[in-house]
């Protein structure tokens, strides 16, 4: 029997709008970013998701 990933686990993708939400930035500031290559995304789909590993790695960045 096929187990289901438990949904109490925090995803370790974030969307646009949630990581705008956390760095206090607009999406568009984001897609500039993504653009130039300051973060490395995933595509799901058509959608845009920002792996959590890349997302603290920047922060870490940022804060040295």
Request: charged letters at 30%.
């Amino acid at each position: 029997m096929k187990q289901h990933a438990d949904s109490t686990q925090p995803s370790p993708f974030l969307t646009t709008a949630d990581l705008a939400i956390r760095w206090k930035v607009t999406s568009m500031t984001l897609r500039r970013w993504r653009k130039a290559g300051k973060l490395k995304v995933s595509f799901l789909g058509r959608g845009v998701r920002f792996a959590i590993t890349e997302v603290e790695r920047v922060e870490r960045d940022a804060q040295a």
